[in-house]
């Protein structure tokens, strides 16, 4: 009987070479993941600028993560579809919605748990202010 011959064992340096050719692709041919990282890059300076605690600082590099995989995500399935067809199709249009809503809720979620956070601080800055 015939069996077919065992994958290739690639080596941790051609997956990590995948990884980082799928993030510059990512960052590239999406508009959306340039508007997340430079609303990321603003948030990362505003936490420094209101010099916020360091497990706000975790939760934010947590947050910011969040939304830029599933960005990732939102584009892989994109770049799928358009290889599998040109032709409008329900279901992968259906899809694509649901991943882009993904990407709709942690980036709202993100925005809440920031808000959050720097009003806080805001907040504190003004007791110590007035007091």
Known sequence: MY???PPPVR??????????????????????FFVHFFVAAVVLMAAAV?????DQWYILLLCITIVLTAEMFNSALES???A???????????????ASAAVLVA??????????I????????????AG
């Open 3 to 5: 069996q077919e011959p």
């Open 11 to 32: 080596s941790w340096r051609d997956k990590f070479g995948d990884s980082f050719r799928g993030l510059k692709a990512g960052i590239r041919k999406q508009s959306s």
């Open 118 to 129: 720097f009003l806080h601080q805001v907040a504190e800055w003004w007791r110590a202010g």
């Open 107 to 116: 980036s709202t979620g993100a925005a809440i748990v920031g808000a959050i």
């Open 50 to 54: 209101l010099k916020i605690h360091r």
């Open 80 to 82: 799928m579809a358009r």
């Open 84 to 98: 599998i067809t040109g032709e409008s199709n329900p279901h992968l249009g259906n899809a694509l919605d649901i």
